[in-house]
């Protein structure tokens, strides 16, 4: 049988080269369909713009928590604490008078990595319980925190006051969501594109080997505590950097920005969509979102009960989240590969 010139075994003689084991970094078309179906929602959805970048911001947060949870296996039922501090990074240089966008998403993002890096070594030590049980507790710390310090925070009644600047000093943001969905697409596509190359580096491939079997790493000479500090590090970072975004964008930054239920509908957008996937935490963010959305506005008592529904529906049905349903499909009617 042929082989594929793309798929041809190196010489005799000739050793492998990394790179020829590395998953294939071309986008396919599948991908670039996805983004310009992004694009074309902002002009087909004009009076949801708001909404659409809330979206966004959430798919980047999802993303965020992908990255741990879906590759290195790092559960966390916490990870709205770095989401919340990026948010208040943000909020409180505006109202303190730095209302510049794009360095404030900067700060947003170093104070999101520091603490990331602080709290890591308690995260990645201990089995899954243990890190649940420190990530809650460490997200409801900075709840109380937020909480108790009024001047700072502005306590129960939240961050206002905030003045944006204009993006790169030329769109100013609107209320009709105009500036907010295109900051918000640039942002999210742009640290999509940096995990995307995570994910398929030696780096990410070494992650998926600690998720698969964490004994093992440790002798074939992999830094296994490294790997998952760095890791920690880096999407504490994008999560701050979403909750910098959502602070700009709506200009109020509330105590719900470190609940647990965000970090609680994160897990939930992540089962939806699949995880370790990367897209998954977008399809799925959007999913849940417009879903719970529509739901609301069609029944506002019992919309959680056909929430609930939906969850046990792909949970069943759906092995690997909605992503890897529609996998599933292609390869049963043999339009996919294996």
């Not at 004009?46 to 911001?57: G, K, T, W």
């Not at 790092?74 to 794009?102: D, K, M």
């Amino acid at each position: 049988m042929a082989v594929a010139p793309d798929a041809a075994a190196p010489a005799a003689g000739t050793p492998a080269t990394p790179a020829a084991r590395l998953p294939d970094d071309r986008w396919r078309a599948a991908e670039v369909v996805f983004w310009i179906a992004v694009v074309v929602a902002f002009f087909a959805f004009p009076s949801h713009r708001v909404f659409a970048s809330q979206v966004l911001i959430t798919g980047l947060f999802a993303v965020s928590l992908d990255l741990i949870l879906g590759y290195a296996g790092i559960v966390s039922l916490g990870h709205a604490a770095y989401f919340g501090i990026g948010a208040y990074t943000a909020g409180v240089l505006a109202v303190r008078g730095w209302g510049e966008p794009l360095s404030g998403l900067v700060a947003a993002g170093a104070v999101g990595a520091v603490l990331g890096y602080a709290t890591s070594f308690l995260v990645v030590r201990g089995g899954d319980l243990a890190r649940l049980m420190v990530t809650l507790g460490i997200g409801l710390m900075l709840f109380e925190a937020a909480n108790q310090l009024p001047s700072i925070t502005g306590g129960a009644d939240g961050l206002t006051g905030m003045s944006m600047g204009k993006v790169l000093g030329v769109w100013s943001f609107d209320l009709a969501g105009t500036t907010a969905y295109l900051y918000s697409l640039a942002v999210t596509f742009a640290l999509f594109v940096v995990a995307r190359r995570i994910v398929r580096s030696p780096f990410g491939l070494s992650l998926v080997g600690v998720r698969e079997n964490v004994r093992r790493m440790p002798a074939i000479g992999a830094d296994v505590g490294g790997r998952l500090v760095a890791v920690y590090t880096v999407s504490a970072a994008m999560a701050g950097v979403a909750g910098g975004l959502l602070a700009q964008t709506t200009q109020f930054v509330g105590l719900d920005v470190f609940g647990f239920p965000r970090s609680a509908d994160l897990m939930i957008m992540l089962v939806l969509g699949g995880a370790g996937r990367l897209y998954g935490g977008l399809v799925g963010a959007a999913v849940f979102m417009v879903a719970h959305h529509w739901l609301s506005d069609l029944n506002p008592i019992y919309w959680q009960f056909w929430l609930g529904l939906l969850l046990v529906v792909v949970v069943l049905f759906a092995r690997g989240g909605l992503l890897g349903a529609i996998d599933a499909l292609r390869v049963r009617f043999g339009s996919g590969r294996r």
